[in-house]
């Protein structure tokens, strides 16, 4: 795999050009990844028209949505950091969030910042760019842009380069902002992959969020990797996933525990025979939750993984691996990846 993202996205859009790329049941809209690099190439030179360089930094806050797939990979190309942030951050978090990276523009589809008490004070050292499902406005305000202009952008991008920036959870602390080199991202999704046993015909339910590294990176990344399609959903929500799971015939879906225990609870009757690998990760896995994700919802190389967002993934099981391997274990080492074990407890701290 190309360790500079861009290089990447452009080898693996020209070689399955015809092949379809991503499906948005919202509003039906559909790309081949032709059309889908073309979008992006034409949001490339939004983001130059808007005086943003290389080593900058835009953020993202929004549900899933094609924009921001198309928005995270025009930064990618052009060496623009991209900053992830949780769709249901408050404004004031976010402002703090944009405050603490430096991040030049919000893009967003949250209509409340029309309205902010915030934004009409003149209270954010940013800019905010509300999008709807074209980005129109962004594409236009590129249209005098010349092409050679953004291919000395797309040259200048190196593998040591950070191509984005994820805040951590905040499970012990205050959300950290990690940094993630292009060469990281890329070694660590070609390691992981070694993993999974995604084919051409692959179809990929997204509904985890692309501010979290199992949403836009281990959950997009594979799947282009292979001329996969992705249908993204905005959020999750049980009976929704059941039924683009049964319309759609996904043969992917990843998650936390919680939104397979849904699944589980909620299912019926709905066909989603055709649903046959995905990962499984987040927080403790029981083996009684995975045996029912094996049996009722026929997930028969369901994975398990174990990573965080500073290390990326650490762990992770194999189909190779014995049934009760995968049921009870966040699997092996990765290739490349050190693990010691530290028996002692003396180095915990209170919190």
Known sequence: MKQVLGDFFDEICDRFSER?????PTNDMTYTYESFKVYVHDIEKGLIALGLKKGDLIAIKSENTPEWLAMQWAGFKLGIVVVGLNAALTQIEVMRAMNH??????FTDDMSYMISELTANNQMSYRIIIWDSTN?????????VSEAVVEEMNMAVEATD????????GTTSEPKAVEIKNSAIAKAIEVYGKNLTYGENENALMCTPFAHMMGCLYGIIPVFNVGGKITILEKFKTSRVLEIISEERCTIFNGVPTM??????????????????GLIAGSYVSPQLYERIYKELGVTELLQAFGQTETLAVTGTNINDPFEKRMYSTGRALENVEIKIDYNTSLEKKR
């Open 260 to 277: 397979f225990l849904f699944l589980l609870n909620e299912y019926k009757d709905e066909d989603i025979s055709s649903l046959r690998t």
């Open 20 to 24: 379809e790329c991503i499906y948005f």
């Open 136 to 144: 129109q406005f962004i594409i236009d305000l590129g249209c005098s």
């Open 162 to 169: 950070t191509a984005l920036i994820l805040f951590t959870s």
């Open 101 to 106: 990276t430096g991040a030049k523009i919000l």
